[in-house]
């Protein structure tokens, strides 16, 4: 049960970690050279719908026009997530503290090397 927790918790973190790289990434390319060149795509399946020029132009604005906000919200989610971890490790003994901090660098190790979880096992019922 602990252990399926703290997988969760390690996903979540990786999940945060990756939007938050993705909003570094946007907020980078905020200079006015950069939108020039290369905008970013557009969320997933609108440019396989057939959009306008006219239409992208504004998709683009409306994307624009939420980056700041939701930059501020992960920065936001980053925070209390940090609080949240700090609040549920201090009710941890010494001992379970230890276990969650190897679990956290087995977790980083696998997805640093790409990592994929186990197959499933089907097993066969007789009738």
Do not use: H, W
């Amino acid at each position: 049960m602990l252990q399926k927790k703290i997988v969760r918790v390690t996903c979540l973190m990786i999940a945060i970690t990756s939007l938050t790289l993705a909003g570094g990434i946007s907020a980078q390319e905020s200079d006015t050279t950069a939108k020039a060149k290369r905008r970013g795509p557009l969320p997933s399946y609108f440019g396989k719908i057939g959009v306008d020029d006219d239409q992208r132009k504004k998709l683009y604005s409306v994307q624009e026009s939420y980056q700041e906000r939701l930059a501020a919200l992960r920065k936001e989610m980053k925070g209390l997530l940090a609080q949240r971890d700090t609040e549920m490790e201090a009710l941890l003994t010494p001992g379970q503290k230890l276990r969650l901090q190897e679990l956290k660098a087995d977790a980083v190790k696998k997805a640093k090397k790409g990592f994929k979880p186990a197959k499933a096992t089907v097993k066969k019922t007789e009738n």
